[in-house]
């Protein structure tokens, strides 16, 4: 079992910016590719961005591309999502995943660990 916590939310103006933070509680985490998905009010979940255990690959919606950075520290069982130039389309519920898959995925299914989320709120 892996537990994950992200932080990091909150209000944020348009063209703003905000870094989540999401940890894990597991000393394997290294093992684990991590992503992170967003859903909006009345959508359905989507992917954002996805990291690669050591960091070398990762992989962006293009959506976010260009605006957010995903990266992860394994010394401290922590993956980020850096935001900037923030959209109210970004404004969403962000979740942080697991997946004992070595490759880096967009499908969620492919995760098998999930935190509870943290609010990103357009304040405009």
């Known amino acids: 079992q892996v537990q994950l916590v992200e932080s990091g939310g909150g209000l944020v103006q348009a063209g703003g910016s905000l870094r989540l933070s999401c940890a894990a509680s597991?000393?394997?985490?290294?093992?684990?590719?991590m992503a992170w998905f967003r859903q909006a009010p009345g959508k359905e979940r989507e992917f954002v961005a996805a990291i690669s255990w050591r960091g070398g690959n990762t992989n962006y919606a293009d959506s976010v591309k260009g605006r957010f950075t995903i990266s992860r520290d394994n010394a401290k069982n922590t993956v980020y999502l850096q935001m900037n130039s923030l959209k109210p389309e970004d404004t969403a519920v962000y979740y942080c995943?697991?997946?004992?898959?070595?490759?880096?995925?967009?499908?969620?299914?492919?995760?098998?660990?999930w935190g509870q989320g943290t609010k990103v709120n357009d304040s405009s």
């Open positions: 597991r000393r394997t985490f290294s093992a684990y590719t």
């Open positions: 995943a697991a997946s004992t898959i070595v490759r880096v995925t967009t499908d969620s299914l492919k995760y098998d660990y």
